[in-house]
Nanobody, 118 residues
Framework: QVQLVESGGGLVQAGGSLRLSCAAS?????MGWFRQTPGKERDFVAA???????MYGDSVQGRFTVSRDNAKNTLYLYMNSLKPEDTAVYYC???????????????WGQGTQVTVSS
C-alpha cells in the first residue's frame, strides 16, 4: 500500500494557476490525478507513467500539465487558466499501469481542495 499526501490546493481566481504536489511513500509505475465535487462522479484529470508518458482528461487538456520526480516519488499537477468548473477535491492515486480508469488505482490520497472563484 502506497501512502500519498497531496498539497498545494487553495483558492484562486479564474484564469489563475496552482501547482499541486503528491508525495508518495514509495514508487509506482503510474501516478494520476482525479477530482470530485459533491454529488458528482470522480473524473480523471491527468496521469503519468514512470517513463514519462502522460494522459489528460478532455476538460483539462491544454491547460494542465502533469510531471513527476521519480527520485522523490512525487507527482505534480500544474494547473493554468483555471476555471470555476475546475473547483473540486483533487486526489492523487497510484496504479500498475497508465490508465484513466479510477478502479485501476489502488492507493489514494485524502485529497486537496481547489476552489476557483468567479
Amino acid at each position: 500500500q502506497v501512502q500519498l499526501v497531496e498539497s498545494g490546493g487553495g483558492l484562486v481566481q479564474a484564469g489563475g494557476s496552482l501547482r499541486l504536489s503528491c508525495a508518495a511513500s514509495f514508487s509506482s509505475y503510474a501516478m494520476g490525478w482525479f477530482r470530485q465535487t459533491p454529488g458528482k462522479e470522480r473524473d480523471f484529470v491527468a496521469a503519468m507513467s514512470w517513463i514519462g508518458r502522460s494522459m489528460y482528461g478532455d476538460s483539462v487538456q491544454g491547460r494542465f500539465t502533469v510531471s513527476r520526480d521519480n527520485a522523490k516519488n512525487t507527482l505534480y499537477l500544474y494547473m493554468n487558466s483555471l476555471k470555476p468548473e475546475d473547483t473540486a477535491v483533487y486526489y492523487c492515486a497510484t496504479s500498475g499501469r497508465l490508465t484513466t480508469l479510477d478502479h485501476e488505482y489502488a492507493s489514494w490520497g485524502q485529497g486537496t481542495q481547489v476552489t476557483v472563484s468567479s
